[in-house]
C-alpha cells in the first residue's frame, strides 16, 4: 500500500509491480501465456476455443496462495481477470457460464486478496503497470502496461493516464490522512500545511487527466476498449448473471464492473474534508464500490472518515476556508472533467449508429450506473460545500 516515500500514504504499490513470475510452474506459465497474447486470440475469435482445451487444474494457483507469493498472486490476479473478461466478453455474445479452469483459481485469488472476483480497478490499473526506465519516476513517458485487451494506444493510454493520477495524488493522500488527524490543539499554520499539499498535488492530477483525448479517441474507446470492462451486475446482457463453474455452488453471481469509482483518491479525500453526499441509491453504489478495493485501502478510507474533524476547525478561519475552497475547486474540476470525458467517450458515442454495436449498455457505465445522473450529482453536491 505504501510507496517509495518513507511514511507516505499512497494507493500505488510502493514498487512497480513484476511483470513476470518468479515461481516456475507449468500453470503459472501457462497463465503468463494466455494473458500475453490476448490481442491476437480476441482477434482470432480463439479466446474460448483456447480456454475450454484445458484441463480443471491448468491455470492452478494454490501454490502461490499457500506459500502467500503477494506479489505473484496480485500478477497472477490481473492476468486471471483479463483472460477471464475476454473469455465472458470476446466473443459476439457475452459468455453466461465461466470454466472451472478459470473461474477455481479466479475465485481462490479474490477470497486471498479480499475482493470480488471481477475485473477491478486494481488489477485493471493499480497492479497493471511498469516502468519503461526504472531509474526514471513515473510519468506518461515512462509507464506501460503489463496487460490489455486489444492492445493499441488508445486502450493502454486510458489505463497508463490513471496510474500517473494515482502517483500524482500520492501528496494529496497523504497530507488528507494526516489533515484527519489533527484537533483543536494543532495550529492554523498546522492546517494550512497541509490543505496546501492537498491543492497542489490535486491540480498536478487535473492536468493529466486533461490529457486524456492526446490519444485516447473516444469512438475507439467506445467500441475497442470499453466493451471488456463490464461487469455482470445491472447488465441487461447479462440480466441472470455469471455462473463461476463450480464455485458459488454454480448459483449465478452479480458484481460490478471496472470503474473509476473503485479508486480511493476521491472518497478519502472526501472524507478528510468533510466533503458529504445525499443518502440516496447513488451514494449507496459508492459505498458498494468499496468492497472492490484492497482492503488496506477501504480501512484508510473509513478510518479517516471516523476521526476528520477538519472541517469544524477548518470553518473557524478565514485563511483556511479559503485554503479548504480551493481543494473542494480541484475536486470539482476533477468531476466536472470525469462528467465532459463520461458525455463525448460514452453517450455521445452511443447515438451513433454503426457496425459495431452499442459497445455495451448505452444507458448505464461499466459498473453499472446510470453514470451521467451520478457524475453531475457529486460535481454538484462538492460545489454546493464550499465553506
Known amino acids: 500500500m505504501y510507496k517509495m516515500y518513507i511514511n507516505m500514504h499512497t494507493f500505488l504499490p510502493r514498487n512497480p509491480p513484476i511483470k513476470n513470475y518468479r515461481t516456475k510452474r507449468v500453470s503459472l506459465l501457462k497463465i503468463s501465456d494466455i494473458a500475453s497474447h490476448l490481442p491476437k486470440l480476441l482477434l482470432t475469435n480463439k479466446v474460448q476455443t483456447t480456454i475450454k482445451k484445458l484441463n480443471k487444474n491448468s491455470l492452478s494457483v494454490d501454490y502461490l496462495v499457500k506459500n502467500k507469493k503477494e506479489k505473484e498472486i496480485k500478477l497472477a490476479m490481473s492476468h486471471l481477470s483479463f483472460i477471464a473478461h475476454a473469455y465472458i466478453w470476446g466473443g459476439n455474445k457475452p459468455e453466461k457460464l465461466l470454466p472451472e479452469v478459470i473461474a477455481k483459481p479466479w475465485v481462490t485469488l479474490s477470497k486471498y486478496l479480499g475482493r470480488p472476483p471481477i475485473l477491478s480497478y486494481a488489477s485493471y490499473c493499480l497492479d497493471n503497470w511498469y516502468k519503461i526506465d526504472n531509474k526514471e519516476p513515473i510519468s506518461l513517458d515512462n509507464v506501460a502496461l503489463i496487460n490489455n485487451f486489444l492492445g493499441g494506444v488508445d486502450e493502454d493510454w486510458f489505463v497508463t493516464i490513471h496510474v500517473c493520477i494515482e502517483d500524482a495524488a500520492s501528496e494529496a493522500i497523504d497530507s488528507a490522512t494526516k489533515l484527519s488527524k489533527l484537533s483543536k490543539q ?4 498546522d492546517f494550512s500545511i497541509y490543505l496546501k499539499k492537498i491543492s497542489k498535488s490535486l491540480k498536478k492530477v487535473n492536468r493529466i487527466f486533461s ?177
Open 186 to 189: 494543532h495550529k492554523i499554520e
Open 211 to 387: 490529457r486524456m483525448p492526446e490519444k485516447c479517441d473516444p469512438y475507439v474507446y467506445y467500441h475497442r476498449v470499453r466493451p471488456y470492462i463490464f461487469g455482470t451486475k445491472d447488465n441487461p446482457d447479462l440480466k441472470k448473471g455469471l455462473i463461476y463453474e463450480g464455485q458459488f455452488n454454480n448459483k449465478p453471481q452479480f458484481f460490478r464492473g471496472e470503474t473509476g469509482a473503485q479508486s480511493s483518491i476521491i472518497p478519502l479525500l472526501d472524507g478528510a474534508l468533510g466533503i458529504y453526499h445525499t443518502n440516496d441509491s447513488l451514494r449507496h453504489y459508492l459505498n458498494e464500490m468499496r468492497d472492490y478495493m484492497p482492503p488496506k485501502h477501504r480501512k484508510l478510507i473509513e478510518d479517516v472518515e471516523k476521526r476528520s474533524k477538519a472541517k469544524e476547525f477548518i470553518s473557524k478561519s478565514k485563511k483556511l476556508m479559503n485554503e479548504y475552497n480551493l481543494c473542494l475547486e480541484e475536486i470539482r474540476k476533477f468531476r466536472a472533467q470525469h462528467l465532459e470525458y463520461a458525455a463525448s467517450y460514452i453517450h455521445k458515442q452511443a447515438q451513433i449508429k454503426n457496425t459495431f454495436g452499442t459497445g455495451g449498455s448505452t444507458i448505464r457505465g461499466t459498473g453499472g450506473t446510470p453514470f451521467m445522473k451520478y457524475l453531475k450529482k457529486h460535481r454538484d453536491e462538492t460545489q454546493k460545500q464550499k465553506v
